[in-house]
């Protein structure tokens, strides 16, 4: 069908469905593309289950890629400042960049019990225990992580 041919049968499309509607009057009434709330609401269903199970795949990998880690690696200004053992308790007071922080392990947990820095930011984190885990301190830069001796990046070294 040549193009000005189709245009000439979309315009006269209205008039098509007028008398239609005329005979049918029902179909006047039908809208075009109306999809029933039904419908609608399984799509959305089908749609809001889709995105779930993305999100539970996302988690379940997060959850394989993070290990079990042993070691609390301490570092500032980039540089290792020590590396402590995840199962013995203990408190060490960091001192970096002209402030301290207060690092906790406890119960297989790392954390910043207190610092004086500017933001806090370090001191609010929650514990960590994870590889892929990590606290910062930007202000004081010190980077708190956890490690497995054992792994290619730590070496077999624990204070
Ligand atoms: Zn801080």
Do not use: W
Not at 7 to 22: N, T
Not at 70 to 80: C, H, M, W, Y
């Amino acid at each position: 069908m040549p193009p000005n041919a189709r245009a000439a049968a979309f315009a006269r499309m209205p008039a098509l469905r007028d008398a239609l509607g005329k005979r049918y009057p029902k179909m006047r009434n039908a809208k075009v593309n109306a999809v029933s709330p039904q419908r609608r609401l399984k799509n959305d269903l089908i749609l809001i289950s889709a995105l779930l199970c993305v999100l539970l795949l996302a988690g379940l990998c997060l959850l394989f890629l993070q290990k079990e880690g042993d070691t609390v690696s301490v570092s500032v200004n980039g540089e290792l400042y020590g590396r402590y053992s995840i199962y013995e308790d203990r408190v060490v007071e960091i001192s970096a960049n002209g402030g301290s922080n207060r690092l906790v392990i406890r119960d297989g947990k790392a954390f910043i019990e207190a610092a004086d820095c500017p933001d806090g930011i370090c001191a609010a984190h929650r514990p960590i225990s994870g590889t892929r885990q990590s606290i910062v301190c930007l202000p004081h830069g010190v980077v708190i992580s956890i490690v497995r001796v054992g792994d290619a990046d730590a070496p077999d070294v624990v204070v």
